[in-house]
């Protein structure tokens, strides 16, 4: 009798991500374990997801919480490879390119079970990116790699993987938007803050490249003065930027950029309700690239690169970097003249989930 399908998540761009596949797996009644690493923890970065999105408490949560690289992961792979021996999982799922996903991998690679990645075969190209080793070792040893889009297919085509490893599923996290955008639109976040929709900007900062390095910090934040000049700005502050900005001594400097509201992390609904009715969203974040090109709503991506390249070529972003004036000058011609308006890519139509679970499924059965 095979085990569970264990279903994994770990930090706050995750759980959009599991949502719908354990929703779809429960209606099927498939057997699973929803488990969390605790990569997140705090209430606003992890529990408030799952009452958004409604998913159940975890039914294992390893309780990891931060540290280095090294020292995540590791804690990660000691409680999985409990957890695993244990329960003796028919699949494990992993998503993403957190600390915790490739962690999780890693420990069913070695115990021989079967593992299916969703959110395969992006790449930046930019091993600088702790992501960048998370997507590519991830892919390397899981056996079913799910892509979002067709340049997911060819990287991992590229680096030999075999063909039918490879499913092009399309972009699950498109499903937790569809499943909630009405909700999120009745939210009422907008007089909570006192801002008009369509009339303001969004702007979410949290990569170590743009918030560990003071000088990067310092760029943006004077890019930012200047855009708060033109529209109010709304910033959800996420830990690892409110702890830099401490740091550096910049928190004073940041709380006097003209008209912006710092909030703490934004929920989903929340979050998706401030995004769906801006006028820009200002990013170094990779899922907003993607929900922005869906909601058509123009992404200002605030990266040298991006392992999401269908949101520039088919959709409304525009990568621009850290570099002040860019910044400036990209935001300011899109508030005059209205930016891309691009389109959604194939198969982010909200039945990403569905095809997934044919596919776990069928694999389980096929090696039962
Ligand atoms: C992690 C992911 C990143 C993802 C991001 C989304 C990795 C390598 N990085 O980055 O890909 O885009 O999550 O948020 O896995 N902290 C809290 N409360 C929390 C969690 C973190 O205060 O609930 C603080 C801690 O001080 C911690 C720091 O934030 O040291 C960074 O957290 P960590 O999980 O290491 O990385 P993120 O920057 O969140």
């Known amino acids: 009798m095979p085990g569970e399908i264990v279903l994994v998540v770990g930090a706050r761009p995750n759980f959009m991500k599991i949502a719908p596949l354990h929703a779809e797996l429960s209606r099927r009644g498939v057997k699973q374990l929803l488990l969390h690493t605790g990569q997140h923890y705090d209430e606003n970065m992890s529990k408030v997801f799952f009452e958004d999105l409604g998913m159940p408490e975890p039914d294992i949560y390893l309780g990891i919480g931060s540290g280095s690289h090294a020292e995540q992961t590791a804690k990660v792979m000691v409680e999985f490879e409990k957890i695993c021996i244990e329960h003796k999982p028919s699949m494990i799922v992993v998503v993403g390119d957190v600390n915790s996903t490739i962690a999780c991998s890693m420990v069913a690679a070695k115990l021989w079970i079967p593992s299916a990645h969703v959110e395969a075969g992006l790449r930046s190209f930019d091993r600088k990116m702790p992501e960048e080793i998370n997507r590519i070792l991830t892919d390397t040893i899981c056996d079913l790699l799910l892509t979002p889009s067709l340049d997911g297919n060819e990287n991992l085509l590229k680096e030999g993987v075999e063909k039918h490893k490879i499913h ?70 996420h830990p690892r930027t409110k702890k830099q900005a401490e740091n550096f001594g910049l928190s004073d400097r940041l709380k006097s950029i003209p008209n912006i509201i710092i909030t703490e992390p934004a929920g989903y609904l929340d979050f998706v309700s401030l995004m769906a009715s801006a006028k820009i969203v200002l990013t170094d974040s990779g899922g907003l690239q993607e929900e922005t090109t869906t909601l058509s709503i123009p992404c200002v991506t605030l990266r040298e690169n991006t392992e999401r390249p269908i949101t520039v070529t088919e959709g409304t972003n525009t990568i621009v970097g850290n570099d002040t004036d860019t910044i400036i000058s990209t935001v300011l011609d899109i508030l005059e003249n209205g930016g891309k308006t691009g389109c959604i890519p194939d198969l982010w139509d909200g039945k990403t989930a569905v095809r997934i679970s044919d596919i776990l499924l069928s694999h389980i059965k096929n090696n039962d």
């Open 168 to 237: 092009f599923v399309g972009n699950i996290m498109i499903d937790s938007l569809m499943i909630n955008l009405e909700r999120a639109r009745n939210c009422n976040i907008h007089s909570l803050l006192n801002i008009e929709k369509g009339k303001y900007g969004v702007v979410t900062l949290h990569r170590p490249s743009n918030v560990d390095n003071q000088e990067a910090f310092e760029r943006i934040i004077t890019a930012l003065e200047v855009v708060g000049g033109n529209i109010p700005l709304v910033l959800p502050l």
